[in-house]
């Protein structure tokens, strides 16, 4: 292994004051008689303020705990991730372990845990043509007090430890040389257009803007699987697919990865169905399936005989048997002796199970698979036995769990929590001992990021509450009550997350917290269409029914909250960004019962969002088709909040981003143009550099400061009492 010392290295010392700073001053005040200042309501400044923790990783022997805290550089407009690291006893505080003046994300462990990879873009002093500034990666030494972070030759993509400790895997892309014209018009012509030309038809995606041609393998080469020893080298390619690998696990015997890859990426006219692989180390490689389905996450069993990986029906076959639903997706056993196809052999392990299982991870016995989901407002770790059977519920709490993460023996979880009141940190707990829904009081907490910021700010409690939709279906909600004046009846306003097939639930959200601080009400609901409630609630908005069922349940649930809370029924607000966009324009046409509205990126019209945004497939899919076919057609228009834009009345902010390739911008356009045609109160911001997602911290106080506003204008917040807490 030859070391590549990075640019101003990490110390693993001298960082503790960083995180005893804040309490020390609280104490020094207790110790000095000084009364400790009340907590104060949300501001819109305080957004600079939050801090999480994420992507927990527990070293194999248990003993550490890294993970990223993320925090924002306000005077920089960006957003900061460092690697941290904390004992698993909690016995010291944790301590930042990488370079401030550098982002690092994505903490690994090699198996003995002498090694601490992660991805960090800074200069490389390294001189090989693998090892250049295009490699991110870089290694600390977890054997030693102290140490600066290196490279290891040849390792450019993040690592894939072996668990021999002899190999190091990974899936890179080859850089792609651009094409430089030597005819001198043809090079005064390239340097003098600016356009786009292309004749592809998955020319552009959010967030990446203008795509090359992926069907061609120059323009867009495949990230194929790689290995080079684990004291470096050049790397060796395995696989030779010629289109992406994804997935990647090595056996236990160290012999052998397995992978997933869908061999039809450069069909334009094909949506994904990734199949699954075996390579070895000479790179012979052995198919499993090929039968339209769609695999991913291989995970191995300890005997190295068979796998367990998630398996739906593709999409494409989705929409050609006109399904009225979607995919159900399963965690399968496999015996790595089967042949092609033989899925006879395979065992199903969640059939009954009506939720959708994640990643799966299995134990170090071989008796069972861990794997994360999704139920009702809750995200928890779940396990089932090897030979299926009922799924139980391994982790407990009102509150969403993430980045699980296990040690070698399997005996200690690590994982990142989060609920309403309380931004993510990062935890500890045992799985060896018995807990029930005693997790909570029995777990460790191992990161204090957030102490200082709620000791100083009061946030209000999110109360769960379930009500029956128009057909009697049970929908799950939250309502935060703002502190307000006995007996005062004060405005509300109704949130509608993205998706539709997405959640709201009991995680911290500063914008929901912002609208409470500031006198309102919040209710904010899952209605069908939501994960985390079984299949046939996710596929309640399937078949052209976004904003019909949904709309019946999130108007349930308003009903449920004036019946219930003292609101101001004449003072309702709704807002909802993407699929919470396209429900606020919906709503507004179907009702007039809201007297201001916030729609943030938004579809309008679905027959031109069909050709403008860059993942038709919502569209061919749930509504059964594209708008030259007579039911595609039938359904987007129906469904379009411009087809009704005659029934709007109430005043409507649209914040949209003009570089939204998901959403573009002319679906707020139209309908912004359409209510100020027809005089009714409306007003558009625009962030120019602001994709769908991935948005700023600067264009993201200015868009909360910019509703704040509307609502205040037209909900009456000047009405509001103050009451102290």
């Given at each position: 292994m030859r070391a590549h010392a990075g640019t101003g290295g990490s110390s693993l010392l001298a960082i503790p004051l960083l995180v005893l700073s804040s309490g020390v001053i609280h104490a020094q005040a207790r110790q000095a008689g000084t009364a400790t200042p009340a907590p104060r309501a949300l501001e819109l400044q305080d957004y600079y303020r939050i801090e999480t923790a994420s992507a927990p990783t527990i070293s194999p022997d248990g003993k550490r705990v890294a993970f990223v805290r993320t925090y924002l550089v306000e005077n920089e407009n960006r957003r900061q991730s460092e690697i941290w690291l904390a004992p698993a006893d909690g016995s010291v505080p944790a301590m930042r372990i990488t370079n401030a003046a550098f982002n690092a994300t994505d903490p690994r462990w090699s198996p003995d845990g002498s090694l601490l990879a992660f991805t960090s873009r800074r200069r490389s002093l390294a001189g090989t043509p693998d090892s250049t500034e295009d490699s991110a990666i870089w290694f600390l030494r977890m054997d030693a007090p102290a140490g600066e972070a290196f490279q290891i030759d040849g390792v450019v993509a993040p690592p894939i430890f072996s668990p021999d400790n002899r190999w190091i895997a990974f899936v890179r892309r080859p850089r792609v040389r651009p094409h430089v014209p030597t005819d001198p018009m043809e090079k005064k012509l390239a340097e003098r257009f600016k356009g786009k030309i292309y004749d592809w038809m998955n020319a552009r995606f959010d967030q990446r803007g203008y795509l090359p041609d992926p069907r061609d393998s120059l323009a867009t080469p495949a990230a194929e699987l790689y290995v080079v020893p684990?004291?470096?080298?050049?790397?060796?390619?395995?696989?030779?697919?010629?289109?992406?690998?994804?997935?990647?696990?090595?056996?236990?015997?160290?012999?052998?990865?397995?992978?997933?890859?869908?061999?039809?990426?450069?069909?334009?006219?094909?949506?994904?169905?990734?199949?699954?692989?075996?390579?070895?180390?000479?790179?012979?490689?052995?198919?499993?399936?090929?039968?339209?389905?769609?695999?991913?996450?291989?995970?191995?069993?300890?005997?190295?005989?068979?796998?367990?990986?998630?398996?739906?029906?593709?999409?494409?076959?989705?929409?050609?048997?006109?399904?009225?639903?979607?995919?159900?997706?399963?965690?399968?056993?496999?015996?790595?002796?089967?042949?092609?196809?033989?899925?006879?052999?395979?065992?199903?392990?969640?059939?009954?199970?009506?939720?959708?299982p994640g990643r799966p991870e299995v134990v170090a016995s071989g008796a069972a698979v861990l794997f994360d989901a999704e139920v009702g407002g809750d995200h928890h770790l779940f396990r089932v036995s090897m030979g299926g059977g009922p799924v139980e519920q391994v982790t407990s709490g009102t509150r969403r769990l993430s980045g699980f993460s296990t040690s070698a023996s399997g005996g200690l979880l690590a994982y990142a929590a989060t609920d309403p009141t309380h931004p993510s940190e990062v935890y500890v707990f045992s799985l060896d001992q018995p807990h029930g829904d005693r997790q909570t009081r029995l777990e460790r907490k191992l990161s204090n990021l957030s102490d200082a910021f709620l000791r100083d700010v009061r946030l209000d409690s999110a109360t769960r509450v379930v009500f029956d939709s128009k057909d009697g279906t049970k929908v799950e909600g939250w309502l935060i009550m703002p502190h307000h004046a006995a007996g005062e009846h004060i405005p509300l306003i109704l949130g509608i997350h993205g998706g539709p097939h997405g959640a709201f639930g009991n995680n911290f959200d500063f914008e929901m917290q912002l609208f409470a601080a500031r006198g309102y009400a919040v209710l904010y609901t899952n209605p069908r269409g939501s994960t985390g409630y079984g299949e046939n609630f996710l596929w309640g908005t399937w078949g052209g029914r976004w904003g019909i069922t949904d709309y019946d349940d999130v108007m349930a649930g308003v009903d449920y909250i004036l019946a219930h809370y003292p609101i101001d029924a004449k003072r309702l607000g709704v807002t909802g960004y993407s699929y919470g966009g396209f429900m606020t324009d919906w709503i507004i046409t179907q009702t007039h019962r809201f007297a201001a509205a916030v729609a943030g990126a938004g579809i309008s019209n679905w027959v031109s969002d069909y050709g403008t945004a860059d993942i038709p497939r919502t569209k061919e899919s749930e509504f059964f088709g594209a708008p030259w076919e007579a039911k595609g057609f039938e359904l987007l228009w129906r469904q379009s909040p411009i087809h009704y834009a005659a029934n709007v009345t109430t005043p409507t902010l649209f914040v949209h981003g003009e570089a939204d390739l998901r959403v573009p911008i002319e679906q707020a356009e139209q309908m912004y143009t359409a209510l100020k045609k027809r005089r009714v109160p409306a007003r558009m911001v625009r962030y120019p550099d602001s994709y769908h997602g991935g948005w700023s911290p600067w264009n993201t106080v200015h868009r909360y400061s910019q509703e704040i506003q509307w609502w205040d204008r037209w909900l009456g917040k000047g009405q509001l009492s103050a009451v102290s807490p």
């Open positions: 684990r004291a470096g080298g050049t790397p060796r390619a395995l696989t030779h697919v010629g289109v992406d690998v994804q997935d990647a696990a090595w056996s236990p015997d160290s012999r052998s990865l397995a992978l997933v890859a869908n061999l039809h990426q450069r069909d334009e006219y094909s949506y994904e169905h990734s199949d699954l692989f075996v390579v070895d180390l000479d790179g012979k490689i052995k198919r499993y399936t090929d039968d339209g389905y769609d695999h991913s996450a291989p995970a191995w069993t300890p005997d190295g005989r068979s796998l367990v990986v998630r398996r739906e029906q593709g999409l494409s076959a989705v929409i050609a048997a006109r399904l009225t639903h979607g995919a159900q997706i399963d965690l399968y056993w496999v015996p790595v002796d089967a042949a092609l196809n033989d899925t006879s052999r395979w065992r199903n392990l969640t059939p009954q199970w009506d939720l959708i």
